[in-house]
């Protein structure tokens, strides 16, 4: 498998930030795609979003805030859609705009990837689809996504050197707390390292860590900022 963001490998992954995290909320121990918090993971598919747009030098950030750095726009139309919020003269953080609508996030993000294919339903055609009545099209090559994510996110952890794409996946999976990264949070240490790693080279996921924590009132709750 070729390296996980790389669009060449669209036949084999989605080669956005976000498509590739929807795959992630599938848990494969229940077989469903149900297992998370609407609020969290809809905050982390946007920001996924924004990154997507970060590396691939969309955007920058000025004065804290994100702004384009190109006038043309990208050819996903979920990240077109995205990218058009943000104007030259945008005054709002990186939090700001990653706390929308969670729900309609995630309707969007699922709605393309039922039509590309990497999703498909379980029920009959006609009947209401939701994330429970998902798989995904290939589970091999979602497990070997978390692999690589998880993998990467380690390294990071560690010190040791590891690709930005493959890190802000597995981040922002970590942080949506997503049930395919749970075992993460149990064998690896340093936690305290993550706010470092997203203020660095994945300034967008700052402003996730930002926008849960005003979620929930300030408090330090998660493995990124987050509580015990």
Known sequence: MGRIGDPSEFSQLPSTLHGQLFLLAFDPRSGRFDGYDPALFGFALRTAMLTDLYLRGFLVERAGKPVPARAASPDDPILRAEFAQVGVHNRATWAQLIAGNQHEV?????????????????????????????????????????????????????????????????????????????GLSVDVQGWGRLDAIAAGALVPVSGLVEAIRERRGGGRSGPIGGSS
């Open 106 to 182: 995630i309707a969007a993000v699922r709605e393309q990837l039922l039509t590309v294919g990497w999703l498909r339903p379980r029920r009959q055609p006609g009947l209401l689809v939701c994330d429970a009545s998902l798989e995904p099209f290939d589970q091999c090559r979602v497990r070997a996504l978390a692999q690589v994510a998880r993998g990467a996110l380690r390294n990071a952890l560690a010190g040791l050197p590891a690709e930005r794409w493959p890190v802000a996946c597995g981040l922002l999976a970590v942080t949506a707390e997503l049930p395919v990264m749970d």
